[in-house]
């Protein structure tokens, strides 16, 4: 987990931020990509202040909050880049559901985690038995 009380085991996933996560780089745990987003802008660190003063008392301590709060907060962002992101393509003609592939990408492809990636079936086990 992460420094100063860190969320344990599962805590950590790639963000692709800042250099870290992605294949081959190490994972950023939830409190590195709130702190990481703090620092990289004015906007993320606001929203996350007056999202904090909303839904936790003005508390905003990753690490205290916890793992769902956290992951709560991320989907909100989300939601509000994809809903804002949407109307700006709208009103510069960009039809984004005419589009094919649009479409084919928000369809999961298999299970998918809270974060939009993929989490592969475990594989099965290897037989010799040629019936299987």
Not at 61 to 90: H, M, R, S, W
Request: charged letters at 20%; one cysteine or more.
């Amino acid at each position: 987990g992460g420094k100063g009380g860190g969320w344990g085991k599962g805590d950590a996933w790639g963000a692709g931020m800042g250099g870290k996560g992605g294949k081959g780089s190490p994972p950023v745990s939830l409190k590195e990509f709130i702190t990481i987003g703090q620092k990289s802008s004015t906007h993320f660190r606001s929203s996350w202040i007056t999202y904090c003063g909303i839904h936790a008392g003005g508390k905003a301590d990753p690490t205290k909050l916890g793992e769902q709060f956290v992951k709560g907060y991320i989907a909100y962002i989300g939601e509000l880049a994809a809903n804002g992101l949407g109307a700006l393509a709208a009103q510069q003609g960009i039809q984004l559901e005419a589009d094919p592939n649009f479409l084919a990408n928000l369809k999961p492809r298999g299970n998918m985690n809270q974060f939009g990636e993929e989490e592969r079936p475990a594989k099965r086990p290897a037989t010799t038995d040629p019936a299987v």
